[in-house]
């Protein structure tokens, strides 16, 4: 905070600057730090981003969407997988603090949906059955959109390298919603698509 309120007091920003909250589950912060980074930004007109875990509901953050956006990621559709991801039996908990989150969007100010990602993760998520059951899940929320990505160590390992057959049809089966909901990729998903995609522009 100290190091926060240093730059805010030495550079005059205005409008175009983003605080994006990551590292850690942001919820979690201590509450008057927390506190003070939303009140400044706000305070300045910038723009707040929260990446979070879902596991808590924090009720600060949710009166915040009129002023950025929130990313969750439970990277599951189902159950089971959730678990065998995250390694802890929230998923219901997730999903529901999700709802909460996209309903205290649903503002006229608020610029941008609650954004729930999905990680594509080779031979654990990495299948129609899983990614039909999120992707029902985020369509039956408010005011959310889904965002791609792949997991890093495997993109490490495996970016260089052609894409398998099984990961061009996982890729096309994304694809087959865009006109559904809306999907955005980012990260390691982005190289991947260019491979395989003539049409797709990050920009």
Known sequence: VPAFKRILDTFPLQYNFIVNLVGGECSEYPEEELNTVIDETIEHEGLIQFTTSGIFFNEKIAQTTPYGNISVSPDAGTKETYEKIKRVKCFDQVWENIRKYSLAAKTDK???????????????NDNKEE?????????????????????????????????????IDFLGYIQSFENKIHIAYKEAAVPLLRKIRTDFNLF
């Open 110 to 124: 608020f610029p941008h949906p609650v954004r729930i990602k999905y990680v594509i993760i080779p031979g654990i």
């Open 131 to 167: 990614f039909k059951a999120f992707v029902q899940k985020c369509m039956a929320m408010k005011n959310t959109m889904i965002e791609i990505s792949v997991e890093y160590k495997w993109f490490e390992q495996n970016g260089d390298k052609p894409l398998t057959q099984e990961m």
